[in-house]
Each structure stands twice: as structure tokens, then as C-alpha cells.
């Protein structure tokens, strides 16, 4: 069945504080990661859908933004995700409280025997070979075998505004999944990376790939992503404990 919060692990927890780089002499600011509450959640979505399907490589080479379908679909399945209440958010901190909403991550534990979805019947035409991509990704590797666990976490979707970008707030994103996973006792982290950047990231971070998905290979699923400015999917994990 799909996995949800411990009903002991109240939401509203800080998994990391930290401080942005000194520009011009100027101090960083302050930012903390913390649980997404409820009252940011429709911000955030408008951030997600603002801003991710616009950058992320695979949205942005089939054009995802300007199919209204598929963004309400995708909407509709982050709402889903959320519901799991374990997404982080990014604020600026004064008096060590949050202030501006400045980055999201969507997160999800992924749990042996999820029920598989339905491609096929998945509304939104870009949508569908997005959610394609990404399955035929994970489906690379047997994430649950591999590791010897019923569970890890992954990730719907990551990123950050522009203006605060160049802060290491996508580090501690990913750093933040390891205190998440301790209190929860998920052993493992694993996510499709689509972009390069990411990748890059992920790497520094300490994950491994596991797989890698040519987006060539997508057109024998009939998808072309020729252009994509990456040009694979990475697959990839760490073992935390």
C-alpha cells in the first residue's frame, strides 16, 4: 500500500540551516529546508509548474508548458505525491524563522508493492511520454532488489528560483534526504536525474548511477527528444545506512 508519514513525525520539522555565499562583501542570507506546510502548498505548486516544466530537459524539449493538459495532469499527480507529506521547501530565515519561499522538492518514498500505473490511460499527450521516459528509466534497474529494501525515496521535481540560484540550495536538497531518510528508516535515495546539472550535482553528493537512458532510445517508444539540451537519463542512488 502507499507509504504515509508516521502519524509521530508531525510536519513542520527543519532538516538543515544554512548560509548562502558572500557576494560583494555582503554576507549570505540565511535559508533553512524544512517540511512543506500545507498553507505553501498551492505556492509551491505554482512554482513547480511555473518554473520546473519550464527548465526541466525533457518538459522543455516536447514543449509541456503550452499542453494545458498535461500541466493539469501533472498538477493533479504532484497533489497526489504531496499527500505522502515528506516534500521539502526552501525559505529564507530571519530570527530563525521562514520567510520567502525560495525552492521546492517534491518527495516520495517508493514503496515494493506500489500498484503500476496505467500509461496508456494517462491523460495529457506530453504528459504520457514524459511519464514514459521516466519509467523506462527506473525500469533499467530493480532499485528494491539491488539494495535489499521494500522502500526508498525519490523525487517528483526540484528547483529553485532564479535569484537564488548559485547558493548550493540544490546540495542541501539533496543533502537534507539523508536526515530524512534516518528518521524515517529508509536506507536508500533514488531518482531519475534528466539534467546534466543535476547529474553533476548528484554526483558531487555521493550518489552512484546505477543506469543510463540514451534519450535516443525513446524513439523506439515513438518519442522523439532529438534537441533535448541533455542527452540522457541517469539513474541514480546512495546507500545512507
Not at 494545458?68 to 497533489?79: A, F, L, M, P
Not at 532499485?143 to 517528483?156: I, N, P, Q, W
Request: proline letters at 3%.
Amino acid at each position: 500500500m502507499p507509504w504515509k508519514r508516521p502519524d509521530n513525525v508531525p510536519v513542520g520539522k527543519v532538516w538543515n540551516r544554512f548560509q548562502g555565499k558572500t557576494r560583494d562583501g555582503t554576507p549570505g542570507l540565511m535559508y533553512q529546508i524544512r517540511d512543506m506546510d500545507e498553507s505553501y502548498r498551492e505556492t509551491c505548486l505554482a512554482l513547480m509548474s511555473k518554473i520546473f516544466l519550464r527548465d526541466e530537459p525533457i518538459c522543455k524539449i516536447l514543449d509541456n508548458p503550452n499542453d494545458h493538459e498535461s500541466v493539469q495532469v501533472i498538477r493533479d499527480n504532484w497533489k497526489e505525491i504531496m499527500d505522502q507529506k515528506i516534500s521539502i521547501a526552501c525559505f529564507t530565515e530571519e530570527n530563525g524563522e521562514p520567510k520567502h519561499l525560495v525552492g521546492f522538492n517534491i518527495l516520495m518514498v517508493k514503496c515494493k508493492d506500489d500498484r503500476e500505473e496505467d500509461i496508456e490511460q494517462t491523460r495529457g499527450k506530453v504528459w504520457r511520454k514524459v511519464l514514459k521516459t521516466l519509467t523506462v528509466a527506473e525500469k533499467l534497474v530493480d532499485v528494491f532488489s539491488l539494495y535489499g529494501v521494500d522502500t526508498y525515496l525519490s523525487s517528483s521535481g526540484l528547483t529553485v528560483l532564479p535569484g537564488h540560484r548559485g547558493q548550493n540550495i540544490g546540495a542541501r536538497f539533496l543533502e537534507a534526504r539523508e536526515s530524512i531518510c534516518r528518521e524515517f528508516g529508509i536506507k536508500v535515495s533514488c531518482t531519475v536525474f534528466t539534467a546534466t546539472a543535476s547529474q553533476v550535482l548528484a554526483t558531487k553528493c555521493g550518489y552512484e548511477v546505477l543506469a543510463t537512458l540514451h534519450y535516443s532510445d525513446m524513439m523506439e517508444y515513438g518519442i522523439d527528444l532529438t534537441g533535448c539540451e541533455c542527452s540522457c537519463a541517469k539513474v541514480m542512488a546512495i546507500k545512507y545506512f
